[in-house]
């Protein structure tokens, strides 16, 4: 396993309460990424990291923030969530493309559901 | 254990056969593609990838091949085996994106028959 551990894996709130989901690596990749999965649409990249405090927005960034401190984490945040962010968060790593592309690497998901 | 897809093609395949999982690509210009294996309740596992100055790649019991001509991807598993029940994912990256970014297809979930 890629040594990336999501936490928590299962999360149950209320609309307009913030949610921060946590992503740890162990490693030392560069880029990190945040994922939506959902019945019908497949993986949905919702932001991206590409260092530490270098972040960017993917397809479906709308209503999430990201923040990356260190190296091995990556935070993903709901300031105020909506039923329509329910859904399984995965985080994914990889390392620099420095001799070609390098695959993703993707944690276990949090399950995540807004009532 | 939960479903990633509602609407998923399925292949099955009874044990020992062969199985072949197709992927159509979208990009001309996509330059690597990924095969994932998701089971049920856990995240997506990386099985084989391609660069696109390759037609075939083998791994063990998996071979990918890359038909660049009419953008198809094929995943083949060997001596198909329960364990390998689970919904398969192509994935590949465009160039001039930043971040090693992938563009993921909508998946097939192999059943495999005892």
Not at chain 1, 52 to 81: M, P
Not at chain 2, 6 to 13: A, E, F, K, R
Not at chain 2, 35 to 56: A, L, T
Not at chain 2, 99 to 105: A, D, K, Q, R, Y
Request: charged share 20%.
């Amino acid at each position: 396993d890629a040594g990336i551990t999501q936490s928590p894996r299962h999360k149950v709130t209320e609309t307009g309460t913030p949610v921060t989901l946590r992503c740890h690596q162990t490693e030392n990749h560069r880029y990190m990424y945040w994922y939506r999965q959902d019945p019908g649409h497949g993986l949905r990249l919702i932001h991206y990291s590409y260092g530490v405090k270098d972040t960017d927005k993917g397809e479906v960034s709308d209503g999430y923030s990201v923040s990356r401190s260190k190296t091995e984490d990556f935070l993903l945040t709901l300031e105020s969530a909506t039923s329509s962010q329910t859904s399984v968060y995965f985080c994914a790593i990889s390392e620099s493309p420095r001799g070609g592309n390098q695959p993703q690497h993707f944690g276990d998901g949090t399950r995540l559901s807004i009532l | 254990g939960e479903s990633v897809g509602l609407h998923l093609p399925t292949l099955s395949v009874q044990e020992g056969d062969n199985s072949i999982i197709n992927c159509a690509y979208s990009n001309s210009a996509s330059d690597y593609f990924i095969w994932y294996k998701q089971e049920s309740g856990k995240g997506p596992q990386f099985i084989i990838d391609i660069r696109s100055n390759m037609d075939k790649r083998q791994g063990q019991r998996v071979t990918v091949l890359l038909n660049k001509t009419v953008k198809h991807l094929s995943l083949q598993i060997a001596a198909t085996q329960p364990g390998d029940s689970a919904v398969y994912f192509c994935a590949e990256n465009r160039p001039n994106n930043a971040g090693n970014m992938l563009t993921f297809g909508g998946g097939t979930r192999l059943m495999v028959k005892p």
